[in-house]
């Protein structure tokens, strides 16, 4: 019987001299109401899952503030060494730090006004010490060359800024870069194997052109390639460490490059994917501020609001631990929506009809999540007309 064949909860019913029992519900009630039980021990585990790892991501979190703060003393004492260390101090621009997240936060990658974050080179211009040292410096001024010079502030983290202009080619070589880069395009937008061959291209030309904005932005943008093509994660690692550090010291000379921040904006998503939470967070925030900088420097590039899309996109998704993690981060925590990831997608149809068939079906997904079935419905139908030509 029913009854039988799912046990529920029974109670007893006076008829004459027995009593029986009937079912309270029914079969298909106690059906859903197990259902439900499990929905709810499924959402438990989750929850214990959730927790768990969040005291992880704290205790990383942790951590990582203690290394960051050690390794702030350890410059510190580095630098206070430096001033002491006799040798001719060019009177350059420079920057208080290496890194490239707050060289772009701060607005003043490209000054040349010769004053450092710190305020170093102008607090300590006229000071004694300094004319002193600038005395010993003329006198030893043949014995210690530039390049030396140039090594000594590399390894002490601060960034001379050098000459802004690319270096000169001759006639041949720049015909032959301009080839190069064409080729690079080409093989760029091939397949598989045409992007491990445009890889190979630029690595072989690197020495000779290792100094060329051009050149470097698509050497890293050939990693990012690589990245993607590769299995192997210690191999995927590298290959965006590596592009990611190309760019690094490509935006310290091209500030104004849309394509260096375009592709040191990808890089860092890549190289954040395997990384804890707190650490894939701010990745997400240092792509969002170098994709809207190179949207202020190309407004009419559809692959700029494509990616800013899916930032909003994921951001607008964020799970409730990742939530907790951005506010336990930022004081200001970075928001963004639906509506503002659709905006985002509708911008690259209106410069581009047709640019992306992962960007097409993404704003069928905000359609959808916003409750619009037809119009998601529709868009889903433009997808499926444009060709499939990358894994996503």
Known sequence: SPAQAMPGALVPVEEGAGATHTPLLGQDEQRELLERLDFVVRNIMELRKE??????????????????????????????RRRRFPYPRERSDSTGSSSIYFTASSGNANTDDGESEGG???????SDYDRES???????????????????????LDLVAEDEAPLSLDSSL?????QLLQQADRLHGGDEQDRREGFQLLLNNK?????????????ARAHSDMWELTENEEEKQSYASEGKRELELALQKWDQSAECH?????????????????KRIQAGCVFKEHID??????????????????????VAHLGWLEKKTVSALFEAPPTATVQDALQNFLRVEELSPGFSK??????????????????????????SELPGNTKE
Not at 296 to 301: F, R, T, V
Request: charged share 30%; aromatic share 10%; hydrophobic share 35%.
């Open 207 to 219: 020495l000779a052109y290792a100094g060329q904005r051009e050149f470097l932005w698509r050497l």
């Open 134 to 156: 600038e005395k010993e410096s003329e006198e030893g001024e043949d014995e210690v060359s530039c390049d030396t010079v140039r090594t000594v502030r590399r390894d002490s």
């Open 120 to 126: 170093y080179s102008t607090a300590n211009a006229e």
């Open 262 to 278: 375009q592709w040191f904006a990808i890089l860092c998503g890549q190289l954040s994917e395997r990384e804890s939470i707190p």
């Open 358 to 383: 992962a960007g097409r079906v993404y704003i069928a997904k905000c359609y959808r999540d916003l409750g619009n079935s037809s119009a998601a419905a529709l868009w889903m139908s433009l997808a």
């Open 51 to 80: 927790v768990a790892e969040l005291r992880n991501s704290l205790r990383h979190l942790a951590v990582e503030i203690v290394g960051e703060v050690r390794s702030h003393l350890e410059e510190t004492q580095r630098l206070n």
């Open 293 to 314: 900088k190179a949207i202020e420097l190309k407004p009419e590039d559809p692959q700029l609001y494509y990616l800013m899309g899916r930032w909003c996109y994921q």
């Open 174 to 178: 720049e015909e032959g870069l301009g």
